[in-house]
């Protein structure tokens, strides 16, 4: 089960969330890739379309080079969407991310969620590999290396 407690999207403890900041901040830097975390009680009835239209509210679309990842995650539906950047995208293929996605599935399903929202960071070779001088993410570019809750910071 991926629990919500409070009303609010948490399927994660306090401590496991400073883990996945640290965490998102290191796959930053070695990646030169902008990624977010996105909880949602819904994804709605078409998770991939409302990803998107998520990345370019949070102007993901204007990171230098195009390097964005948004993942969101919908415990109370078990909903999982990953949208990415041209940059991103050029850098890997289409079976690696629904790799990822079973991935972080399956760990979800036996109650592992903070190593589930890690595995992204199975990519990082892959996304760094031919990441021109490792482009820093620009202060304008940041988005915030937290997860972002349904209805804050949208």
């Not at 890739?33 to 009680?41: D, I």
């Not at 993942?71 to 539906?77: E, K, L, Q, W, Y």
């Not at 993410?137 to 809750?149: L, T």
Request: proline share 6%; hydrophobic share 35%.
């Amino acid at each position: 089960m991926w629990p919500f407690n409070k009303g609010h999207p948490r399927f994660i403890s306090d401590a496991d969330e400073d883990v996945l900041e640290a965490s998102v901040k290191e796959f930053e830097r070695l990646t030169g890739c902008e990624l977010v975390y996105y909880f949602a009680r819904s994804l709605g009835p078409e998770p991939e379309k409302f990803n998107e239209a998520l990345f370019r509210k949070l102007r993901l679309h204007e990171v230098e080079h195009n390097n964005a990842i948004l993942i969101s995650v919908a415990p109370d539906s078990r909903q999982i969407a990953i949208h990415v950047g041209e940059g991103v995208i050029r850098k890997t293929s289409d079976p690696s991310w629904r790799h990822l996605i079973q991935k972080m599935i399956d760990l979800f399903k036996v109650g592992k969620n903070l190593e589930g929202l890690l595995a992204v960071r199975s990519l990082e070779a892959l996304l760094a590999q031919e990441q021109p001088g490792h482009t820093k993410i620009s202060p304008e570019d940041e988005v915030r290396n937290r997860p972002i809750r349904e209805g804050e910071n949208e």
